[in-house]
């Protein structure tokens, strides 16, 4: 016998510290209207499921509420190229001589 998947939840981001994800910057405070969703990374977990976020461009939102964080989906589309300059090339400074 096979019994119904009808008892599965919704498939929910699961979200962790490190998790690259897309945030609706301001929706926490301001609502939909007016937002948009920008890449970040989750860097801290609360209990009630909100989430600290950095994102890419340098700014941070704490206490995200979770229905505003979706996961980064792997879209087939290869990503804008806005890296910043300068960034890759940097010489590491522990290999100073013995």
């Known amino acids: 016998g ?7 939840p919704p498939k929910a981001p699961q979200l962790h510290v490190g998790a ?6 301001g929706a926490t405070a301001l609502g939909a209207v007016g937002t948009k969703f920008y890449p ?7 209990a009630d499921g909100r989430a600290d976020i950095v994102y ?9 509420d979770p229905k ?8 087939c589309s ?16 522990s290999a100073a001589g013995a």
């Open 56 to 64: 890419d461009d340098g700014d941070e939102e704490e206490c995200v």
């Open 2 to 8: 096979g019994g119904s998947d009808r008892s599965v």
């Open 68 to 75: 505003w964080i979706k996961e980064r989906s792997t879209e």
């Open 20 to 25: 690259k994800v897309r945030a609706r910057f």
């Open 78 to 93: 290869p990503p804008a190229s806005a890296e910043p300059t300068g960034a890759a090339g940097r010489a590491e400074d």
């Open 40 to 46: 970040g990374t989750v860097t801290r977990l609360h």
